[in-house]
């Protein structure tokens, strides 16, 4: 049996800790956070995450093999391997401001191992860290007067959120990178031997420890790339007459670029995507890597200028104003199966349309009260509405702004009935029925694609 302790509770700790307890009843697994409200949340009924399928592992493994504290130092002094999933936050100050990552929290952390640490440990990298982070850990660790040796293991974390418990249940692949030394080598090991529980052994590979965490900020720039290559050619699509989902579609088939990741939308969202490319950037940048590190930051701009060139559209198409319309916006979350609204881009176009001085009401299944928060003060303009009918009436136009399976399966035919004439959808997940609304009476306007009106001149 193993003492595994994992330090930070969101939405990468508690699911991964939760599926490894779930395989691993042989160990002792516990979750400890500094966030009391959080832990008090994974104690209870109500987990502070929306994740399908994850409420029934933690109701099944939870205070049997798997617990959920909030005193960090007892935990760390009985345990023998440590996960590390706090937060690495861009940094908002200094030098790097609005690129480097924030390692304060991290750094935190390393000490508070060392303090309360009396046997040699195991301290795995699960946030994800600039290249070379896990040196500066090792020489935090074993800086130690007492003697003892700590290993330090890059196991990144590429779960998505939505499908996380599929993710960890069946990883494509799980990566650990560690040291070439014998006490470096038992560590990944330990490693692997926890994975084998249940991943099979070929979807398990082993690196270097900067391999390790450089593949993580690689994995997540050409998935982020990939979002805003399609969002591209929907603006192309729009000029030209072509339609985006055919186009990604016909592209798709191609076996080397596969139809995966090419859903044009109003941009990616969430707390990664933006964070570590800017991460990668800023490395680019420290080795003087400019074109490279140019290259990357336009997959960013060109996220931005996709939300930006939605708001546009939802404005030159009402007519130039928008001020005092109501307008519905479906959807908080930064995408569907989540309450998470960090980066969301649905969040990014209600501040655009505020600005407007438009009337927005929010509705979302899961995510209105982190939409609240995450909108701080304009939270105080904005109308939060779980049902999505009541959200629509007397609106003159609904956004589709998060991809949730519930806005396709309303019917639209009463909603147009209870909406201001002309009625508008803007459809920025390109996931109705777009012919069946026109038929309905809506102007349907969606990414990528031509616009279809009841206004003669269209
Ligand atoms: P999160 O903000 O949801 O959770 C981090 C938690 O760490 C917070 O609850 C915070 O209170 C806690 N924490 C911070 N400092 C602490 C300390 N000293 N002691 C105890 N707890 C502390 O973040 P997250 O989304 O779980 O992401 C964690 C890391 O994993 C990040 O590096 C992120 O880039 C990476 N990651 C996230 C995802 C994802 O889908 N969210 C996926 C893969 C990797
Ligand atoms: C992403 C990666 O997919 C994970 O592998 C990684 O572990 C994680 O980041 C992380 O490091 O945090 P996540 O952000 O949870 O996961 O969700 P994704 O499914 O990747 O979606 C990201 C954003 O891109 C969402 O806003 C989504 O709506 C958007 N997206 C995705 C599109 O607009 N089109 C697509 O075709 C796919």
């Known amino acids: ?106 750094e935190k952390t390393a000490r508070q191992i060392l303090e309360h640490s009396t046997s040699p440990k195991i301290v795995v990298e699960k946030s994800t860290l600039p290249v070379r982070t896990a040196e500066a850990m090792e020489y935090i660790l074993n800086s130690n007067a007492h003697g003892l040796h700590f290993d330090v293991v890059s196991n990144p974390e590429f779960l998505a959120e939505g499908t996380a418990i599929r993710d960890l249940e069946q990883p494509d692949r799980v990566l650990i990178g560690g040291r070439e030394t014998p006490s470096g080598r038992r560590a990944v090991q330990a490693i692997v031997d926890l994975y084998t529980n249940w991943v099979p052994k070929a979807r398990i590979l082993t690196t270097n420890l900067w391999s390790s965490e450089l593949s993580k900020l690689a994995a997540n720039a050409f998935l982020a790339q990939r979002v805003s290559s399609i969002n591209a050619i929907s603006a192309l699509c729009e000029k030209t007459g072509a339609d985006i989902s055919e186009v990604a579609h016909a592209i798709g088939l191609d076996k080397r670029i596969g139809p995966d990741f090419l859903r044009a939308s109003i941009g990616f969202g969430g707390s990664c995507f933006k964070k570590d490319i800017q991460n990668l950037v800023y490395l680019c940048e420290y080795y003087s890597l400019d074109e490279v590190a140019a290259y990357w930051e336009q997959v960013i701009k060109m996220n931005e200028h996709q939300q930006a060139r939605f708001v546009s559209n939802i404005i030159s198409s009402m007519f130039n104003t928008i001020a005092g319309k109501r307008i519905a916006l ?51 303009r904005v109308i939060f509405e779980s049902d999505p009918y009541v959200a629509a009436k007397e609106a003159h136009a609904i956004a589709i702004l998060t991809e949730w399976a519930h806005f396709t399966k309303l019917d639209y035919e009463i909603i147009y009935k209870s909406m201001n004439r002309p009625a508008f959808i803007f459809d920025g997940r390109n996931i109705l029925d777009h012919k069946k609304l026109h038929a309905i009476g809506f102007n349907m306007y969606a990414i990528g694609k031509s616009p279809s009106t009841h206004f003669s001149t269209s």
Not at 6 to 30: D, E, F, L, N, S
Not at 351 to 368: F, G, K, M, T
Request: charged share 20%; aromatic share 8%.
């Open 330 to 380: 479906y959807g908080a979350a930064f995408k569907a199966n989540t309450n998470d609204t960090r980066e969301s881009p649905a969040l990014a176009v209600c501040r655009a349309l505020l600005e407007e001085q438009a009337e927005i009401v929010i509705s979302d299944p899961h995510a209105l009260d982190n939409a609240r928060l995450d909108l701080g003060d304009a939270a105080r």
């Open 1 to 106: 049996m193993a003492n595994i302790l994992c330090i930070g509770a969101g939405y990468v700790g508690g699911p991964t800790m939760a599926v490894i307890a779930k395989h691993c009843p042989q160990h002792r697994i516990v979750v400890v956070d500094i966030n009391e409200v959080r832990i008090a949340a994974w104690q209870s009924d109500y987990l502070p995450i929306y994740e399908p399928g994850l409420d029934e592992i933690v109701r099944c493994t939870r205070n049997k093999n798997l617990f959920f504290s909030t005193e960090v130092d007892r935990h760390i002094a009985e345990a023998d391997i440590i996960f590390v999933s706090v937060n690495t936050p861009t940094k908002r100050f200094g030098q790097g401001a609005g690129k480097a990552a924030d390692l304060q929290f991290w």
